[in-house]
């Protein structure tokens, strides 16, 4: 009989975000949204007047796809940019829809965040309280 492989706290880590991510995609489809789409309505709502480049470094995908998913939002609806024309400074801004949504994503998340808590509570611990000690070092 062979031996377990050591224990790799990247392999678990890598391990459980993957089944926490497939949850999280699944809560969010019928809202429309992907993780993508989730990360980057949130950026613009957190920091209104955001650039297209600062919002392409902050969600790590090129300025052209943030160009085009910023376009899908303004058709949809989700977000205003004030500045919609070549050469100008963008005033991105969430609206009362885009919002909205997030409003209901926001309800996915907290009912996700039960469930695995429940599931999970040493783990949930452990995260957040080496997540405030993480944001604490950065002040």
Same mark, same amino acid.
């Given at each position: 009989?062979? &031996?377990?492989?050591?224990?790799?706290?990247?392999?678990?880590?890598?391990?459980?975000?993957?089944?926490?991510?497939?949850?999280?995609?699944? *809560?969010?489809?019928?809202? !429309?949204? /992907?993780?993508?789409?989730? !990360?980057?309505?949130?950026?613009?709502? *957190?920091?209104?007047?955001?650039?297209?480049?600062?919002?392409? =470094?902050?969600?790590?995908? /090129?300025? &052209?796809?943030?160009?085009?998913?910023?376009?899908?939002?303004?058709?949809? !609806?989700?977000?205003?940019?004030?500045?919609?024309?070549? !050469?100008?400074?963008?005033?991105?801004?969430?609206?009362?829809? *885009?919002?909205?949504?997030?409003? =209901?994503?926001?309800?996915?998340? @907290? *009912?996700?965040?039960?469930?695995?808590?429940?599931?999970?509570?040493?783990?949930?611990?452990?995260?957040?309280?080496?997540?405030? =000690?993480?944001?604490? @070092?950065?002040?």
């Amino acid at each position: 009989m062979s &031996q377990p492989p050591p224990f790799s706290p990247t392999v678990a880590l890598l391990t459980v975000s993957r089944v926490w991510e497939a949850a999280f995609t699944d *809560g969010l489809k019928p809202l !429309g949204l /992907t993780t993508r789409k989730y !990360g980057l309505l949130g950026h613009i709502r *957190g920091t209104p007047g955001i650039s297209f480049s600062e919002l392409a =470094r902050r969600s790590r995908i /090129t300025v &052209q796809s943030v160009h085009t998913a910023v376009a899908a939002f303004v058709e949809a !609806g989700l977000v205003d940019d004030g500045t919609a024309h070549a !050469g100008a400074a963008s005033t991105l801004r969430v609206t009362a829809e *885009g919002e909205s949504l997030l409003a =209901r994503a926001a309800e996915v998340v @907290a *009912g996700l965040d039960a469930e695995f808590a429940a599931q999970h509570p040493e783990l949930t611990e452990a995260l957040r309280v080496h997540m405030l =000690r993480v944001m604490s @070092a950065t002040d």
